[in-house]
């Protein structure tokens, strides 16, 4: 395999993944431990400013890219670094577009996307941010929705109800 598709592949799958390492770190550490930082997210009253306390995350997950980077560019042997290090931008680059641009409106670049795709996805984070205390909420991705989300919020909410 060249190293040109090596390095594609792993850019696009280090991209993938990290759907999943956002799942399992907004469910287990923004919703565990670190809830501190991430309540101000869902409790709007609380912050100051323009920033909120749940932006200390970016600088989290920026870290790991970061040392992909400087690794995959200083240590030959580590070369492939680099690229996971591309696949992670790319994802938070993604995450912020949909997340803070698209869903929160935290800058007006653009207002509406109309798709089955971006309602189910502004469905989704709606439900997440139903909660906003630490315990009961659901949905924590972001990309990857679930397919009730696709219906109308009637639809859902009548099949959540009836389940109970």
């Known amino acids: 395999m060249s190293s040109v598709v090596l390095y594609t592949i792993t850019i696009f799958a280090t991209a993938f993944l990290m759907e999943f390492v956002a799942y399992f770190s907004h469910k287990y550490l923004m919703h565990g431990w670190l809830w501190s930082w991430h309540e101000d997210h869902h409790n709007p009253k609380m912050k100051e400013g323009f920033f909120e306390k749940n932006d200390l995350f970016f600088l989290v997950f920026a870290i790991p890219s970061m040392a992909c980077y400087f690794l995959g560019s200083?240590?030959?042997?580590?070369?492939?670094?680099?690229?996971?290090?591309?696949?992670i931008s790319i994802?938070?680059?993604?995450y912020f577009l949909i997340h803070d641009v698209y869903i929160h409106q935290r800058f007006k670049w653009f207002r509406q996307l109309d798709s089955?795709?971006?309602?189910?996805?502004?469905?989704?984070?709606?439900?997440?941010?139903?909660?906003t205390i630490k315990e009961g909420a659901?949905?924590?991705?972001?990309?990857?929705v679930a397919n009730k989300y696709f219906k109308k919020r009637s639809?859902?909410?009548?099949?959540?109800?009836?389940?109970k």
């Open 138 to 144: 659901t949905s924590f991705g972001l990309l990857i």
């Open 155 to 163: 639809a859902w909410k009548k099949e959540k109800s009836l389940n």
């Open 116 to 131: 089955k795709y971006s309602r189910a996805i502004l469905r989704a984070h709606g439900d997440h941010h139903s909660v």
């Open 74 to 87: 200083f240590v030959p042997s580590l070369r492939i670094l680099f690229f996971v290090g591309i696949g």
């Open 91 to 94: 994802y938070g680059l993604i």
